[in-house]
Protein backbone atom coordinates (compact mmCIF):
# COMPACT_ATOMS: atom_id res chain seq x y z
CA UNK A 1 0.00 0.00 0.00
CA UNK A 2 1.41 3.34 -1.21
CA UNK A 3 1.15 6.37 1.60
CA UNK A 4 1.00 10.10 0.59
CA UNK A 5 1.89 12.07 3.40
CA UNK A 6 1.30 15.81 2.82
CA UNK A 7 2.63 18.67 4.35
CA UNK A 8 1.33 22.49 3.54
CA UNK A 9 4.16 25.05 4.51
CA UNK A 10 3.89 28.72 4.55
CA UNK A 11 6.92 30.72 6.54
CA UNK A 12 8.40 28.16 8.54
CA UNK A 13 12.15 27.45 7.87
CA UNK A 14 12.56 27.08 11.32
CA UNK A 15 10.97 23.84 11.42
CA UNK A 16 10.14 22.68 8.34
CA UNK A 17 13.64 20.55 7.85
CA UNK A 18 12.39 18.67 11.04
CA UNK A 19 9.21 17.83 9.02
CA UNK A 20 10.98 16.71 6.62
CA UNK A 21 13.27 14.33 8.28
CA UNK A 22 11.09 12.59 9.91
CA UNK A 23 8.99 11.29 7.08
CA UNK A 24 12.10 10.53 5.17
CA UNK A 25 13.36 8.81 8.25
CA UNK A 26 10.74 6.24 8.10
CA UNK A 27 11.07 2.41 7.67
CA UNK A 28 8.40 1.83 5.48
CA UNK A 29 9.07 1.85 1.23
CA UNK A 30 6.65 3.00 -0.27
CA UNK A 31 5.83 6.66 0.92
CA UNK A 32 4.89 9.50 -1.58
CA UNK A 33 5.63 12.52 0.52
CA UNK A 34 4.09 15.86 -1.37
CA UNK A 35 5.39 18.99 -0.18
CA UNK A 36 3.27 22.09 -0.67
CA UNK A 37 4.55 25.49 -0.06
CA UNK A 38 2.27 28.94 0.12
CA UNK A 39 5.05 30.72 -1.41
CA UNK A 40 6.79 31.54 1.45
CA UNK A 41 8.67 34.32 2.06
CA UNK A 42 11.21 33.55 4.21
CA UNK A 43 13.63 30.48 3.45
CA UNK A 44 11.34 27.97 4.04
CA UNK A 45 11.36 26.88 0.18
CA UNK A 46 14.53 26.79 0.06
CA UNK A 47 15.25 24.29 2.76
CA UNK A 48 12.60 22.20 1.08
CA UNK A 49 14.53 22.10 -2.40
CA UNK A 50 17.61 20.71 -0.13
CA UNK A 51 15.51 17.81 -0.31
CA UNK A 52 13.73 18.28 -3.25
CA UNK A 53 15.46 14.81 -4.60
CA UNK A 54 13.88 12.87 -2.04
CA UNK A 55 10.20 14.57 -2.32
CA UNK A 56 7.95 13.20 -4.75
CA UNK A 57 6.43 16.58 -5.37
CA UNK A 58 6.94 19.96 -4.25
CA UNK A 59 4.14 22.92 -5.35
CA UNK A 60 5.22 26.32 -4.38
CA UNK A 61 2.26 29.24 -5.42
CA UNK A 62 -0.09 31.84 -3.54
CA UNK A 63 -2.73 30.33 -1.87
CA UNK A 64 -5.71 31.32 0.96
CA UNK A 65 -4.03 29.57 3.78
CA UNK A 66 -3.25 25.70 4.87
CA UNK A 67 -6.24 24.18 3.18
CA UNK A 68 -6.09 25.02 0.25
CA UNK A 69 -2.52 23.99 0.67
CA UNK A 70 -3.85 20.77 1.87
CA UNK A 71 -6.26 20.14 -1.02
CA UNK A 72 -4.41 20.73 -3.23
CA UNK A 73 -1.50 18.27 -1.76
CA UNK A 74 -4.60 15.98 -1.69
CA UNK A 75 -5.85 16.52 -5.56
CA UNK A 76 -1.96 15.38 -6.74
CA UNK A 77 -1.54 12.65 -4.01
CA UNK A 78 -1.76 8.90 -5.84
CA UNK A 79 -1.07 6.84 -2.67
CA UNK A 80 -3.66 4.19 -1.42
CA UNK A 81 -3.76 5.77 1.93
CA UNK A 82 -3.30 9.88 2.91
CA UNK A 83 -1.99 11.35 6.03
CA UNK A 84 -1.07 14.92 7.38
CA UNK A 85 2.09 16.25 8.47
CA UNK A 86 2.20 19.76 9.76
CA UNK A 87 5.30 22.04 9.19
CA UNK A 88 5.51 22.64 12.34
CA UNK A 89 5.14 18.39 13.51
CA UNK A 90 7.30 15.99 12.87
CA UNK A 91 6.69 11.80 12.99
CA UNK A 92 6.80 10.23 16.58
CA UNK A 93 9.07 7.05 15.71
CA UNK A 94 10.97 5.55 12.48
CA UNK A 95 8.63 2.95 12.28
CA UNK A 96 5.20 4.75 13.11
CA UNK A 97 3.89 4.43 8.86
CA UNK A 98 4.83 0.66 8.76
CA UNK A 99 2.67 0.60 12.21
CA UNK A 100 -0.48 2.70 10.31
CA UNK A 101 -0.45 0.83 7.31
CA UNK A 102 -0.51 -2.72 8.71
CA UNK A 103 -3.09 -1.34 11.14
CA UNK A 104 -5.16 -1.03 7.47
CA UNK A 105 -4.11 -4.22 6.54
CA UNK A 106 -5.49 -6.46 9.63
CA UNK A 107 -8.56 -4.53 9.88
CA UNK A 108 -9.59 -3.64 6.54
CA UNK A 109 -9.89 0.18 7.84
CA UNK A 110 -11.32 3.36 5.71
CA UNK A 111 -9.69 5.64 8.68
CA UNK A 112 -7.04 5.05 11.24
CA UNK A 113 -6.31 7.07 14.29
CA UNK A 114 -4.06 7.19 17.23
CA UNK A 115 -2.65 9.37 19.43
CA UNK A 116 -0.46 12.35 19.74
CA UNK A 117 1.80 14.86 22.03
CA UNK A 118 1.28 18.40 22.21
CA UNK A 119 5.21 19.67 22.94
CA UNK A 120 6.91 23.05 23.53
CA UNK A 121 7.83 24.65 20.42
CA UNK A 122 11.44 25.37 21.56
CA UNK A 123 11.93 22.01 23.47
CA UNK A 124 10.30 19.12 22.09
CA UNK A 125 11.32 16.64 24.89
CA UNK A 126 8.68 19.03 26.93
CA UNK A 127 5.26 17.49 26.97
CA UNK A 128 2.43 20.30 27.33
CA UNK A 129 -0.67 17.85 26.59
CA UNK A 130 -0.75 14.38 26.04
CA UNK A 131 -3.76 13.77 23.40
CA UNK A 132 -5.04 9.84 23.31
CA UNK A 133 -7.41 9.21 21.30
CA UNK A 134 -9.29 6.72 22.68
CA UNK A 135 -12.02 4.42 21.23
CA UNK A 136 -14.28 5.02 18.04
CA UNK A 137 -17.73 5.38 18.47
CA UNK A 138 -20.38 7.67 16.44
CA UNK A 139 -22.01 8.94 19.79
CA UNK A 140 -18.80 10.16 21.12
CA UNK A 141 -18.60 12.34 18.14
CA UNK A 142 -21.96 12.87 17.96
CA UNK A 143 -21.17 14.54 21.44
CA UNK A 144 -17.87 16.45 20.42
CA UNK A 145 -14.95 14.08 20.47
CA UNK A 146 -12.68 13.96 17.31
CA UNK A 147 -9.31 12.13 17.40
CA UNK A 148 -6.27 14.46 17.02
CA UNK A 149 -6.00 15.84 13.02
CA UNK A 150 -2.70 14.87 12.41
CA UNK A 151 -2.84 11.31 13.52
CA UNK A 152 -5.44 10.23 11.02
CA UNK A 153 -4.97 8.59 8.29
CA UNK A 154 -7.57 7.90 5.32
CA UNK A 155 -7.95 5.67 2.78
CA UNK A 156 -7.48 7.79 -0.76
CA UNK A 157 -11.12 6.17 -2.10
CA UNK A 158 -12.90 7.33 0.68
CA UNK A 159 -11.39 11.19 0.45
CA UNK A 160 -12.82 10.37 -3.45
CA UNK A 161 -16.62 10.17 -2.00
CA UNK A 162 -16.91 12.25 0.90
CA UNK A 163 -14.85 15.57 -0.19
CA UNK A 164 -11.57 17.57 0.38
CA UNK A 165 -11.63 20.31 3.40
CA UNK A 166 -14.10 23.08 3.34
CA UNK A 167 -11.91 26.34 2.27
CA UNK A 168 -14.46 28.92 4.04
CA UNK A 169 -12.77 27.66 7.37
CA UNK A 170 -9.66 29.11 8.53
CA UNK A 171 -9.63 27.08 11.86
CA UNK A 172 -12.72 24.59 11.68
CA UNK A 173 -12.07 22.97 8.78
CA UNK A 174 -10.35 19.86 10.11
CA UNK A 175 -13.11 19.41 12.84
CA UNK A 176 -15.87 19.92 9.78
CA UNK A 177 -13.66 17.23 7.72
CA UNK A 178 -12.76 15.00 10.51
CA UNK A 179 -17.40 15.22 11.43
CA UNK A 180 -18.45 14.19 8.14
CA UNK A 181 -16.18 11.09 7.48
CA UNK A 182 -16.60 9.90 11.30
CA UNK A 183 -20.23 10.96 11.93
CA UNK A 184 -22.45 11.48 8.66
CA UNK A 185 -20.08 8.80 6.65
CA UNK A 186 -20.27 5.11 7.00
CA UNK A 187 -16.40 3.99 7.09
CA UNK A 188 -14.37 1.50 8.89
CA UNK A 189 -12.69 3.25 11.82
CA UNK A 190 -9.88 2.07 13.74
CA UNK A 191 -8.04 2.97 16.84
CA UNK A 192 -3.99 2.78 16.65
CA UNK A 193 -3.29 2.41 20.53
CA UNK A 194 0.06 4.55 19.13
CA UNK A 195 1.72 7.78 19.57
CA UNK A 196 1.82 8.78 15.84
CA UNK A 197 3.05 12.75 16.17
CA UNK A 198 4.50 15.62 18.35
CA UNK A 199 3.43 18.72 17.27
CA UNK A 200 4.49 22.09 18.67
CA UNK A 201 2.37 24.53 21.03
CA UNK A 202 2.59 27.80 19.57
CA UNK A 203 1.24 31.33 20.63
CA UNK A 204 -1.46 31.29 18.28
CA UNK A 205 -3.94 29.06 20.27
CA UNK A 206 -3.69 31.53 22.78
CA UNK A 207 -3.83 34.71 21.06
CA UNK A 208 -7.53 36.09 22.30
CA UNK A 209 -8.89 37.22 18.62
CA UNK A 210 -8.05 33.74 17.40
CA UNK A 211 -9.91 32.17 20.12
CA UNK A 212 -12.93 34.26 18.92
CA UNK A 213 -12.73 33.38 15.54
CA UNK A 214 -12.43 29.37 16.83
CA UNK A 215 -15.30 29.36 18.40
CA UNK A 216 -17.22 31.26 15.94
CA UNK A 217 -16.12 28.97 13.44
CA UNK A 218 -16.84 25.85 15.61
CA UNK A 219 -20.18 27.04 16.40
CA UNK A 220 -20.73 27.56 12.32
CA UNK A 221 -19.34 23.70 11.79
CA UNK A 222 -21.59 22.58 14.49
CA UNK A 223 -24.98 24.42 13.81
CA UNK A 224 -24.51 23.40 9.66
CA UNK A 225 -24.21 19.71 10.31
CA UNK A 226 -27.58 19.99 12.64
CA UNK A 227 -26.27 20.08 15.82
CA UNK A 228 -27.37 22.10 19.07
CA UNK A 229 -23.82 24.45 18.54
CA UNK A 230 -22.97 25.48 22.18
CA UNK A 231 -23.43 22.67 23.95
CA UNK A 232 -21.62 20.31 21.40
CA UNK A 233 -18.48 22.74 21.46
CA UNK A 234 -18.37 22.83 25.46
CA UNK A 235 -18.78 18.66 25.03
CA UNK A 236 -15.80 19.11 22.55
CA UNK A 237 -14.06 21.45 25.69
CA UNK A 238 -14.91 19.16 27.89
CA UNK A 239 -12.96 15.97 26.14
CA UNK A 240 -9.68 17.78 26.24
CA UNK A 241 -9.27 18.18 29.83
CA UNK A 242 -7.94 14.58 29.91
CA UNK A 243 -4.63 15.88 27.89
CA UNK A 244 -3.62 17.94 30.51
CA UNK A 245 -3.00 15.14 32.76
CA UNK A 246 0.26 14.15 31.71
CA UNK A 247 3.89 12.12 33.36
Avoid at 72 to 77: E, F, N, P, Q, W
Avoid at 176 to 203: C, N, S, T, W
Wanted: with cysteine; glycine share 6%; hydrophobic share 40%.
Amino acid sequence: MKVSIITSCFNREATIAQAIESVLAQDYPDIEYIVVDGASKDNSLKVINGYKDRIAKIISEPDHGMYEGINKGIRVATGDIVGLLHSDDFLFSTDIISKIVERFKQTNADFVYGDGLFVDFNNTEKVVRNWIGGSYSKWKVRNGWLPLHPTCYIKRAAIEIYGLYDESYKIAADSDFLFRYLYEADLKVEYLKEYIVRMRMGGLSTDSKRRKQMWDEDIRMYRSHGLNPTLTKLEKMAWKIPQFIHL
